[in-house]
């Protein structure tokens, strides 16, 4: 049995008093930049959830989809939970191999569960004895092993952390302050001090309420006096904004969050974007929903160009192994990463991120640029200009290859000199003669893969951007309009699209103001000589019979154009970051439509989204309401949705109903769950609710 008294007490003695240390909130931005220099340059990193919820592998009570969550969701006691450590004996564990295939997928980093949020400690804690030594028979010390062999191979260790805790007594209501100083602080003082140099220390856990910012801001201050290069994550303190977690409200924190998703733009901020491979962290035998191997690798192409990092997960088994699924895609992603990994590593966002669904570029030091694209997009281009053989036989199959591949990539330009495959298809060369091809050998993709283009020598010059009307992002007519086009630059063509694909060189040319008669996105772009095409400028045009007015406004990284995003035309997804939703966290939506005069109508619908896994829900019900003269309601219509028990299938729900009346104005209410449930990951945080298109014909 260990001895608690005397440590606890030198431990709070050792904490430095209040302006003893240097105040890392106040930290430059250059020492910043230089303190998470090789985090932003390492890109792709392993999240391993690992603990005592394997040994159950997510069965319980005759259910098999619970996760590193079982403790709270399946309601299992302290004392039966606790029965799963004598069972918990991963003999086959060996830190040398699982450090090897993290290194093998082109992984840069390691996060491991030290303590998930039923409390059991993977290292031999000396402030508790709920831990792999003291409460398995296995009594090997795991973080202190991984720590030692990411050491030999080059990997940075990091700690995942849970401020809240399941299992211990003080950790709830009252006496969480003991908890904190007493337990909390000193067990994040052993996993520095004895196993770091830490890289990350990523805490999560942060929703509980007897958690607050000021809390988060002293423990970054804490964890940083013991360590001072270490890097913290925004879960700490209060800041993240739900799923989405960027960080908000200048808080705490170096970096965001985004869990389950990648953010819809690039972004200067420092972010990483956690996820699963299936669904669950914590091993799931039943769980075989396994994303594809090109999914994930675009994943990560995805987050690097949008200036991200990407931390894929890993659940092992109770035995210490990785499911044979995981180690079969990290092979498949460690293959890729071998080509293509200089165009991830210490890349950052280009001038352009994104072309469509299927192209993004990143650019490195040298000014080069990589452009990634997906098989959709490469494949009718080889396919249709390149014969199916291992040697050019006709160059100018290649020539005419090569070029429409330019083209696809919108970076077809008078100043490009030279572009190469990166898997050897070849080389074109671009003089003041005309194109010439330096022959070689052609070893055609697989069918699946996603490639990546080189393009050294792109100059930096840009042409500006065109101007849509006025410069506003949303107009709203009831009849036509007529919108003009301005140049920004000398000599520019400007080419532009209605139809919601990108403009390219070969769309319709702009000559007079296009006149808008319906609902839709127009988007441009400038072609200018001896210049890289100018970025896309983008404005919605909604045409709307009535006007619009919501009792809030929604949260501003995923609306579209404010409230007449409901009235626009344009329905939004299940990918919610394309601007078609408005997002409401923790409270209900009030929709009030104005018609400005009595109308005889006979069909309401209003649109939501269901993904509960990034903290959406369905509203718990909805009511219509009319009146004659906005302040006198008369309730027409209510239904009631089924409460959320699991992390239901992502759906767009379309709730409609018919009934004919004669009103000027019409209101619907959206009632919001207000806070995630017990089941739910993120318990106790606020729910979201998603609307869009509430139609009234």
Request: net charge negative.
């Amino acid at each position: 049995m260990k001895q608690y008294t005397f440590l606890v007490l030198s431990l709070l003695i050792a904490f430095p008093a209040q302006g003893q240390s240097p105040n890392y909130l106040m930290e430059s931005a250059k020492d910043k930049n230089k303190r998470m220099e090789w985090w932003q340059e390492a890109r792709f990193g392993l999240f391993i959830h690992w603990g005592l919820y394997a040994v159950p592998a997510g069965a319980w009570d005759g259910k098999d989809y619970y996760g590193e969550w079982i403790m709270e969701e399946a309601k299992i006691p302290i004392k039966e939970y606790e029965k799963f450590a004598p069972k918990f004996n991963p003999t086959l564990f060996d830190a040398e191999k699982w450090v090897s295939m993290a290194k093998m997928a082109g992984m840069k980093y390691i996060v491991i569960t030290s303590k998930h949020h039923d409390g059991f400690c993977l290292w031999d804690s000396q402030v508790s004895d709920y831990d792999i030594m003291d409460r398995t028979p296995f009594n090997r010390d795991i973080l202190k092993e991984l720590a030692a062999a990411c050491k030999k191979q080059g990997l940075r260790m990091c700690f995942y952390h849970s401020i809240m805790d399941w299992h211990h007594p003080d950790a709830k209501g009252n006496n969480f302050e003991k908890y904190r100083d007493q337990y909390l602080k000193p067990q994040l003082k052993e996993l520095i001090q004895n196993y770091g140099p830490v890289g990350v220390l990523w805490f999560d856990g942060e929703w509980i309420d007897e958690w607050t910012e000021d809390q988060g801001r002293n423990l970054y201050q804490y964890v940083r006096s013991l360590q001072p290069d270490i890097i913290v994550n925004n879960r700490v303190g209060k800041g993240r904004n739900g799923m989405q977690g960027m960080t908000q409200n200048n808080a705490v924190g170096d970096f965001g969050t985004p869990e389950q998703e990648i953010l819809g733009e690039k972004s200067n901020l420092d972010w990483e974007s956690c996820m699963t491979m299936n669904s669950h962290w914590g091993y799931n035998r039943a769980d075989k929903n396994f994303k594809a191997a090109e999914d994930l690798i675009w994943n990560l192409v995805d987050c690097a160009a949008k200036g991200g990092n990407y931390l894929l997960n890993v659940g092992p088994t109770a035995e210490g192994l990785f499911p044979e699924e995981s180690v079969a895609i990290l092979e498949k992603m460690g293959e890729w990463v071998q080509k293509n990994g200089a165009a991830i590593y210490d890349s950052k966002p280009w001038v352009h991120h994104a072309e469509g669904d299927g192209i993004r570029y990143t650019a490195n030091k040298n000014g080069s640029v990589n452009v990634f694209m997906k098989p959709s997009v490469w494949k009718p281009i080889i396919a249709e200009h390149i014969a199916q053989t291992s040697d050019i036989k006709q160059p100018h199959s290649m020539i005419r290859g090569a070029h429409a591949l330019l083209k696809q990539a919108r970076l077809t330009n008078d100043s490009l000199r030279y572009f190469e495959f990166n898997n050897g298809i070849g080389a074109l060369v671009q003089t003041t003669e005309g194109l010439k091809v330096q022959l070689g050998r052609i070893q055609l993709p697989k069918s699946d893969e996603i490639i990546m283009i080189t393009l050294p020598l792109i100059p930096a010059s840009v042409a500006t951007k065109p101007i849509i009307g006025d410069g506003k992002r949303t107009y709203v007519f009831s009849e036509k309009m007529d919108i003009p086009i301005h140049q920004t630059g000398t000599e520019q063509q400007i080419r532009f699209t209605l139809d919601g694909t990108e403009p390219h060189p070969e769309s319709p040319l702009y000559s007079t103001p296009i006149v808008i008669q319906q609902s839709g996105i127009l988007q441009s772009r400038a072609y200018e000589a001896g210049k890289i095409s100018s970025p896309t400028a983008v404005a919605r045009f909604v045409r709307a019979d009535a006007g619009i007015s919501i009792n809030m406004p929604p949260a501003t990284q995923y609306a579209g154009s404010g409230d007449i995003t409901l009235l626009d035309g344009l329905y939004g997804s299940i990918d919610f970051h394309k601007g078609n939703w408005l997002g409401f966290s923790g409270k209900d939506v009030i929709v009030t439509l104005d018609f400005g005069q009595k109308k005889e109508i006979n069909h309401f619908t209003a649109n939501f989204l269901r993904r509960q896994s990034s903290w959406i829900f369905m509203p718990t019900s909805i009511e219509w309401a009319i009146s004659d003269d906005g302040a006198h309601w008369q309730p027409i219509h209510t239904e009631q949705m089924p409460i959320a028990t699991d992390t239901a299938t992502d759906s767009v729900q379309k709730l409609e109903f018919t009934q004919k009346t004669t009103t000027r104005f019409v209101r619907l209410v959206a009632h919001n769950q207000g806070r995630c449930p017990n089941w739910h990951p993120g318990a106790g945080g606020e729910a979201w609710l998603f609307v869009d298109e509430v139609e009234v014909r």
